[in-house]
């Protein structure tokens, strides 16, 4: 009896169960959508997994002259990336001025990952006078065409549509057009200030003047400028206290190409200065300069190494430290400069080294460099610092500074040497995408 009693209660719980499952495959049927019911009882074959060759494409932006928040609200057709290393694409930019008086953009996109090796370099110009929205969109325009070289070497996704509008010919077109400046530009600005408050005032106000002349072969550029700060402290003294600086300045340089790695040039100016003792000082000095890699690759990395000798002839507001109100003298300077810029970073440095020929005792050497540096994910260091050893002062005055002219750095100050050094660490982490660009409250 007993086990007739298990028999039947086992098929009960049987059968309630199988009601239970058929109910249950009703209700399903009932509140999910026809799509979703139908995978469930006529099964397909799963969706292909998202692989490195199929995914979007992913882009690192590592320029600060591209207008980089623009880029990332207009390109929506990419992901773009936190860090280099989750990148196929790194965007480097740099930017010079043109013989125009415009700006030249130069944007490398170096390949990671599936597009090692794939590099390119695009440019986009400016002329003088164009908005910002005409320089940024035509940066936009070469980012546009840099990336989808990428693309295409996987294959453009479906409904991808590309216009390109040509400018109509004319039989002008094929002559160059005529320049009525000669490819000279010129500039003028003025600027002044106003500070005041109960116990003092200051009023400052400047002017320069340029003309500029770039060609292949040829670089000419002239200047002028005119600075002067008046301030004014009304102290315990019956009498307020005001005291007014100024400098005056004249320049001018040209170089002259002599192939993909060689210059030379003629530097020449004229200048006055309270804060200097100059009360008049000109000097000349032609100079030469060797590349060691092709001036074409400025964009990506430089090694620059200068020599310029030459004369200066200087007049004094005072007796110098060297019983001196006027004197004649020759100097040499030599500098170096290194510049690369590539997707693990950036290290600039250079060096620089002048005398007077007289007496080779009195020098000035400086250093300089700067290192931003990519650790690891989300982990970056920079490095950043100049020194100078100071030998040459030989313009300061005899007398000694009044502690007014110390306080409000009214007059060159006697130093041996100036350093400066700073160190910074930066880590990030979380999402992996930036495509989200939101300006509110000026973000």
Known sequence: MKAIFIAVSCRVRYNLCMRCVSVLLVIAALLLPAPAFAQVTDPVPATPQVTSDTRRLRVYLDCGECFSTYLRDQITWVDFVRQPQDADVVLLSSTRGTGGGGTEYLLRFVGAGRFQGTNKDLRALSVTGDPEDARRGGVLDAVTVGLLGYMALDGLPPGFDVTVRPRAASPQDAAPPRDPWNLWVFSLRGSGSFEAEETSRELQWSARASADRVTDRWKIAFGASIDERTERFDLDDDEPFEVTRGSREAEGFVARSLGPHWSFGLDAGVNASDFGNAKFSARIAPAVEFSVFPYREYASRQLLFQYQV?????????????????????????????????????????????????????????????????????????????????????????????????????RQLQSGYEVRFSVGLTYSFGSLFNNVVNPRFGG
């Open 310 to 410: 030459g004369a200066r002839h200087s007049r004094y507001n005072e007796i110098t430290i060297f019983d001196k109100l006027r004197e004649t003298r020759l100097q040499h300077e030599v500098s170096m400069s290194f510049d690369q810029r590539q997707p693990w970073g950036a290290v600039e440095l250079g060096a620089e080294l002048s005398q007077y020929l007289h007496d080779l005792g009195k020098y000035r050497l400086e250093v300089n460099g700067e290192l931003d540096l990519r650790i690891t994910r989300g982990l970056s260091l920079n490095l950043d610092g100049n020194a100078s050893r100071i030998r040459d002062q030989i313009a300061l005055p005899r007398r000694g500074a009044t502690p007014e002219e110390v306080l409000l750095r009214l």
